[in-house]
Structure formats: structure tokens, C-alpha cells
């Protein structure tokens, strides 16, 4: 990228946070620019700086107002914020498996319907994906994926979900996500997976972070079965391919 990047938006966040915003529209390169951001801040911290928290598009910069003021803190992150953005020279890439369809992706046919074409294309084309985790967020461990193939983009369900599984694995949008603990959800339900993202009592507690690789791959139901009571357990059943 160019040395010339445009400023972001700051925008206060209360009397002790900071939005640093790069775009309004959910794109990788803003994306790059967020998570380039929170490896700076977290490599060279600043004084005052309590917390980072990166999303799609912006960096929520939390701080003590009694140790820097907004002023001072907006200068400091204008200036990192507008370095041209480095390579990233090494990547997490995880491959997580997924069982898709039938009870466990109750949508799947119902989205093959919608795009003319059968369920088994639309696993096909979700597993050819090559995804990369653009933030974590809404529940614990909830992974928003950017890369989903634009024959796949779908807009949300127009009657969203109060309660879905643990583990789905859904699409909406322009994205698709992986979901660790049961809650709402108004995107499409293809499947599920038995990794846990968020485990409280694990080490690590958070498996994906910002900026990894994911790709996915299909089981069967007794591959999810089993595979889920050894993640129950405490087993990172994801396969980490690259490190």
C-alpha cells in the first residue's frame, strides 16, 4: 500500500475510547488496515492505552483519561494509522471440519433452492473457500469471516432465529462465520462444527484470532459426534496446517 493512505474517522466513544474507522463498508483492505493498527499499538503501546478491540472496519481504542487525553491520544493514531501497512509474513491457517446439512444445517436446501442449484454444490463451493478471520464478536469466540464467494453472498434471513446451535456454521450477507455458543442468528445455517472457538477453562481460551486463515472441511455425522465429545473435553479438534 501506498505511504499516502487517507486518514481514518475518529470518533469518540464515550469519555475514555476511541473509533478509529478506515471505511463504512465491510472490505479487506480496510480490514488489513485495522488489525495492521492493533499489531502497532500492541508492539509499541502507548501511554494510557488500556485495550484494542478490532471489528471489520474500525479499532475501538479504549484509555485512562487521567494518563492521556483525546487530543493527544487522536494525533498518535492518525500518524500509525496513516504508515503504509506490512506484509504479514506469517499466518495462522486452521482447518476446521464441518458437518453440513440435515439437522445440523436445517437451511441448507433451503439456500440451494434459493441460489438454483443442489446442497451438495453449495458444501462444495463453501469448502473450496479460503477464508480469513476479519474480527471476533456479538457472543464469545463468534468468528466473522471475509472471503465467501460472491455466489454464496445471500441476504440475511428476513425472520432472524432467537435461538441457534452451538458450533453452527452460517453464511449472510457477504460473509460467513462460525458460531461457538447457542444464540440468535438471523444468517442461513449450513452446518455445524464441534470446534470450540471460546472455551473458558481451556488454554488457549480464544482459538481463532483476527487475521487467521481458515478453510473448511466435510464430515459425517459420526465424525461430528465423536469429534464433539473430545472437544467437549478440552481437545482442539481443528487442525492447525500452518503456523
Known amino acids: 500500500m ?46 494510557g492505552v488500556t485495550e484494542t478491540v478490532p471489528t471489520y472496519r474500525s479499532l475501538l481504542v479504549h484509555y485512562d483519561p487521567v494518563q492521556i487525553g483525546f487530543d493527544a491520544l487522536s494525533g498518535q493514531l492518525v500518524a500509525l494509522a496513516r504508515l503504509p501497512v506490512p506484509p504479514v509474513t506469517t499466518t495462522r491457517r486452521w482447518r476446521i471440519p464441518v458437518v453440513y446439512g440435515g439437522e445440523h444445517g436445517i437451511d441448507l436446501e433451503d439456500v440451494a433452492k434459493a441460489l438454483n442449484t443442489t446442497p451438495d454444490d453449495i458444501v462444495a463451493r463453501h469448502v473450496a473457500g479460503d477464508y480469513r478471520v476479519a474480527m471476533i464478536g456479538f457472543t464469545p469466540g463468534w468468528s466473522y469471516l471475509s472471503g465467501l464467494e460472491k455466489s454464496l453472498h445471500m441476504s440475511r434471513r428476513q425472520n432472524p432465529r432467537l435461538l441457534t446451535p452451538a458450533g453452527t456454521i452460517s453464511i449472510g450477507g457477504v460473509q460467513t462465520g462460525v458460531q461457538c455458543l447457542a444464540g440468535p442468528s438471523g444468517w442461513h445455517l ?21 487475521g487467521d486463515a481458515v478453510t473448511f472441511a466435510a464430515v459425517d455425522a459420526k465424525t461430528f459426534a465423536d469429534q464433539d465429545r473430545a472437544a467437549e473435553a478440552g481437545e482442539i479438534v481443528a487442525e492447525l496446517i500452518a503456523a
Open 2 to 47: 501506498s505511504a499516502t493512505l487517507p486518514p481514518p474517522r475518529l470518533l469518540p466513544s464515550g469519555d475514555s475510547a476511541i473509533t478509529v474507522e478506515f471505511s463504512r463498508n465491510i472490505d479487506d483492505a480496510a480490514n488489513q488496515r485495522v488489525l495492521a493498527l492493533d499489531r502497532t499499538i500492541a508492539r509499541e503501546p502507548i501511554a
Open 190 to 210: 449450513l452446518g455445524r462444527t464441534p470446534v470450540r472457538t471460546y472455551q473458558l477453562h481451556r488454554d488457549p481460551t480464544f482459538l481463532l484470532e483476527p
